[in-house]
């Protein structure tokens, strides 16, 4: 995933229209777990790697705090996001054939200079 949605989001719509993958779900569908605010699916987001320098939604996004940095989504975060998965933090995605998407099915491209700090306290996008 590599980025979250707050409680902060104010529900602008501003960044779900800039997501070049569009992994992020408003909060009225119904595969969004908050369902009070926008969400960014993890199995989907690529950090606007190969698409821009930094995240395009935490860029257009007008509510400071609303955007926040989140764990990588490698397999070496498996267990975090399959345990976030379980506990309704996130709502993976569970393929037809190959199951639950968890990153071990598929990684996605994030921001290496990104400090593990600052991912673990979901610092906010631009205080990096």
């Known amino acids: 995933m590599a980025v979250m949605i707050t409680s902060e989001c104010i529900l602008c719509d501003a960044c ?13 569908n119904e595969k969004n ?24 939604c935490a860029e257009a996004c007008p509510t400071q705090g609303a955007i926040v940095w989140d764990m990588p989504y490698t397999a070496e975060y498996e267990s975090y996001y399959a345990d976030g998965n379980s506990n309704g ?25 990104i400090s593990k700090n600052d991912r673990e306290s979901h610092a906010m996008l631009g205080d990096w």
């Open 33 to 56: 777990p908050n369902q009070s605010r926008y969400y960014v699916k993890p199995e989907s987001c690529v950090e606007c790697v190969g698409h821009a320098d930094s995240p395009r």
């Open 89 to 113: 933090t996130y709502a993976i995605r569970v393929h037809n054939k190959k199951g639950l998407m968890l990153p071990s099915v598929k990684e996605q491209p994030f921001i290496e200079y």
């Open 16 to 28: 779900a229209m800039e997501c070049p993958v569009a992994a992020i779900l408003d909060e009225k």
